[in-house]
């Protein structure tokens, strides 16, 4: 399951909402692609196989997660 593009904006509109109201808060927002099993993402084709293979596919994860913390982050740029 690919959860980043449906966590991600409800968590910014959550931090949105959180930060009108002038309190202080803690969110914790938990993408967990990277530990869970790995899908092939078209903006990072796999070539590698065997151990190369999931350390290539690992490490896509990871790039996927981090294009949707960006835009957690109010990064203007498309995750991917």
Do not use: M
Not at 33 to 56: C, I, M, N, Q
């Amino acid at each position: 399951d690919v959860a980043s593009p449906r966590t991600v904006p409800r968590a910014v509109k959550r931090i949105g909402e959180l930060a009108a109201s002038k309190q202080r808060f803690a969110l914790l927002v938990d993408l967990f692609e990277p530990h869970s099993a790995y899908v092939r993402h078209d903006a990072f084709p796999s070539s590698a196989t065997g151990t190369d293979g999931l350390e290539e596919r690992y490490d896509h994860e990871i790039a996927y997660v981090d294009g949707w913390v960006g835009r957690s982050n109010g990064r203007d740029d498309e995750a991917t």
